[in-house]
């Protein structure tokens, strides 16, 4: 708790550990910039912005109670503090069989902190209490705690529940998060990542209909983090690894098959055939190292399909702007040509 009122600026990525890694230096060699798409005007920022003036909000992480401020900065800091040189470590090595137990677990704290301290996860906190506000109103207006429901749709009261969210669930999810396989990915020489106001991105292949398919405990969930321009962190449900070991054993026993099917009668295989045997032979390969790498392996080489999914990612799940290295928002614009209001819609309750 602190007693001044003073504002400042509190980042929802932060700069050291993050922030920095997506930024480049401009000729005067005096501080660090990026390249900012604000994705709800679909346009490029004019001016290449400092890292210290994006990507956060004056006193987000800060709420006056009485003559008080609560606030959990210094404590996310901390964390920033400890986590920036695992990540710093993971990028020299381009590696991540240079973490220790405790380094995983450190930067499995700092990736659930992350996700639950972005202002997407703020904005559903915000539309839930609202909506609940709204409702008891009118159902129930004469309801002896509606004054208390109506307290926490403020703006005050909002903020202090998704402090307190940070506060009690980031422990539980870093466990879950710890507990799923990791993979790091490598961007094309020609393509970098970006990084949005909420890094943490999730997909799923599964469909799980009305109960959603996203979530950290979900099956087949996926876990994205950029942990700079050159290199995103994955993390997998163990149903994912599972899947594609099961399609790994059956692409190497198809292509054990049409093996044997070449050297027993090489006259009888099509040029169709060959094709296939290149193909399918290729497919088991990839996967195969993908596999051995996980946990402890090398950066996984992107493609280009790679790139726009992870940078898809990034601009589905802001809230509003994405930063790069680089001026390569091209992928950006058209997505929000496609679809001006796009976007992952994700609810609280």
Known sequence: MRNDAK?????????????KNFSFEKPNGKSRHVFLFDRLKGKLIPSQPSVNNVLGQR??????LGESIYSIEEGLTAL???????????ITNESLECLSDKDR?????????????????????????ETLA???????PEASNLSEIEAHASEDGVKLSSIRLIEDLTGNLA???????????????????WISDC?????SQEDFGPYGSLGFGVPGIQLTMPLSSDFALSIWHPKVVHDLTKDYDERLKTFKHLKIKQALAPMTVSLE?????????????????????????????????????FNSLQFNWSLRFIASKNDDFVLAARMYKDNPGGGVSFRMD
């Open 7 to 19: 504002a400042e600026m509190q980042h929802h990525v932060p700069k050291a550990a993050l922030l």
């Open 80 to 90: 920033e503090d400890a986590t920036s040189p695992i990540i710093s470590k993971i």
């Open 59 to 64: 006193n987000f992480y800060s709420v006056k």
């Open 105 to 129: 677990a450190k930067l499995s704290t700092f990736i659930t902190a992350q996700w639950l301290r972005s202002p997407k996860i703020r904005a559903s906190q915000k539309t839930f209490s």
């Open 199 to 203: 890094p943490v991105v999730m997909h």
């Open 134 to 140: 709204a409702k008891s109103r009118r159902i129930a």
């Open 273 to 309: 055939a060959e094709a296939l045997i290149l193909e399918t032979e290729k497919k088991f390969r990839s996967l195969d190292f993908l596999l051995d790498n996980l946990d402890i392996g090398t950066a996984i080489p992107s493609s280009s399909e790679n790139m726009d999914h």
């Open 175 to 193: 466990e879950i998060v710890y507990s799923y396989r990791w993979l790091l990915h490598r961007a094309t020489p020609q393509q970098s990542f």
